[in-house]
């Protein structure tokens, strides 16, 4: 079965803490692609990143880092120095595209980012 | 703005009426995405279009149909509708690398 599980419903932290978000898939297909989205309060969504499953260096783009590991089968996203601005939800989602395609959405981590 | 433009923003109809949503993808992109969030099932990819062609299927209905013109703008025709309908439909575009999506506004649907 592929699933991608969002343990952490809610996290709280305060304004230049280090926060991480966990994901989880499941999937026994050799080829996905991995993506993290952001769903700020005001509604729209942002596409953060997308990892293909044959590369698992480690990404970082300003704050936001992400640890992909595949023995795991984990794709984590690290928030460093958060902001008010990062206050949102995130969601984490599983491609496969070998036989039927598929787009697995996790149900979402709401972040707030207290001041 | 990211580029991605949907139309309408709020729509509010009626059970078994039909209704299409419009998306223009950013300039270059010749791939669309459509997605629905609502609070029962969440967030689901519904289908995709590259140039004209449709490319993946994800949990559309059958009742659903979406089509890519040729200017590269699609509309996603939601028939027969049902409550449960009620949702958010965001359109996405992304360039031919496919290494990134820009989305819309969103379109709110309400169908009561």
């Known amino acids: 079965a592929q699933k991608v599980t969002q343990a952490q419903t809610e996290i709280s932290v305060v304004e230049k803490e280090d926060v991480t978000l966990d994901c989880v898939y499941e999937?026994?297909?050799?080829?996905?692609?991995l993506f993290w989205y952001k769903q700020p309060p005001s509604g729209e969504l942002v596409f953060l990143i997308r990892?293909?499953?044959?590369?698992?260096q480690n990404e970082i783009s300003g704050r936001y880092s992400w640890n992909f590991q595949k023995s795991t089968s984990s794709f984590n996203f690290t928030i460093t120095a958060s902001q008010v601005v990062d206050s949102a939800v995130y969601f984490c989602?599983?491609?496969?595209?070998?036989?039927?395609?598929?787009?697995?959405f996790g149900t979402g981590t709401r972040l707030k980012v207290l001041a | 703005d990211s580029g991605v433009t949907q139309t309408p923003k709020h729509l509010i109809t009626a059970t078994g009426q039909r209704v299409t949503l419009r998306c223009s993808p950013r300039?270059?992109?010749?791939?669309v995405y459509w997605y629905q969030q609502s609070l029962d099932q969440g967030l689901q990819f519904l289908i995709q279009?590259?140039?004209?062609?449709?490319?993946a299927k994800g949990n559309i209905l059958e009742r659903f149909s979406a089509q890519q013109f040729p200017d590269l703008h699609s509309e996603l025709n939601l028939s027969s509708l049902e409550l449960g309908d009620s949702a958010l439909y965001f359109c996405?575009?992304?360039?031919?690398?496919?290494?990134?999506?820009?989305f819309g506004p969103g379109t709110r649907l309400l169908v009561l």
């Open positions: 996405a575009s992304s360039p031919p690398s496919g290494e990134t999506q820009y």
């Open positions: 999937t026994r297909d050799t080829t996905y692609y």
């Open positions: 990892r293909n499953s044959f590369d698992e």
């Open positions: 989602a599983l491609m496969l595209t070998s036989g039927t395609y598929k787009y697995i």
């Open positions: 300039s270059g992109d010749l791939s």
């Open positions: 279009y590259y140039n004209g062609e449709e490319r």
